[in-house]
Nanobody, 117 residues
Framework: QVQLVESGGGLVHPGGSLRLSCAAS????????MYWVRQAPGEQRELVAS???????DYAESVRGRFTISRDSAKNTVYLQMNSLKPEDTAVYYC???????????WGQGTQVTVSS
């Protein structure tokens, strides 16, 4: 059974930091590109960051320089380190996995991040 389980969300003040984790199971983690996607209330889902199998990362312009995506294949886990958080970063953050060849993909259940004073 495929599972992507996010953790690490919560309430943080502007300027603060959080680290999200996504533990993967039920598929060959090392073969998949991993993504963090967020959705704010009333908004469409937004791709925040991606990381390829070899570790190449890419970021949305809105988070570049503040967020860092990483992966640990020994732990089947992908992380999102979020620094200098802003109120506009408030959203549900989803972990997403996609195989670059087959197109098979999986979603996590999401974790809420709220940035507020």
């Amino acid at each position: 059974q495929v599972q992507l389980v996010e953790s690490g969300g919560g309430l943080v003040h502007p300027g603060g930091s959080l680290r999200l984790s996504c533990a993967a199971s039920g598929f060959t983690f090392s073969s998949y590109w991993m993504y963090w996607v967020r959705q704010a209330p009333g908004e469409q889902r937004e791709l925040v960051a991606s990381i390829r199998r070899g570790g190449t990362a890419d970021y949305a312009e809105s988070v570049r320089g503040r967020f860092t995506i990483s992966r640990d294949s020994a732990k089947n886990t992908v992380y999102l380190q979020m620094n200098s958080l802003k109120p506009e970063d408030t959203a549900v953050y989803y972990c997403y996995a996609r195989h670059p060849s087959s197109g098979y993909d999986y979603w996590g259940q999401g974790t809420q991040v709220t940035v507020s004073s």
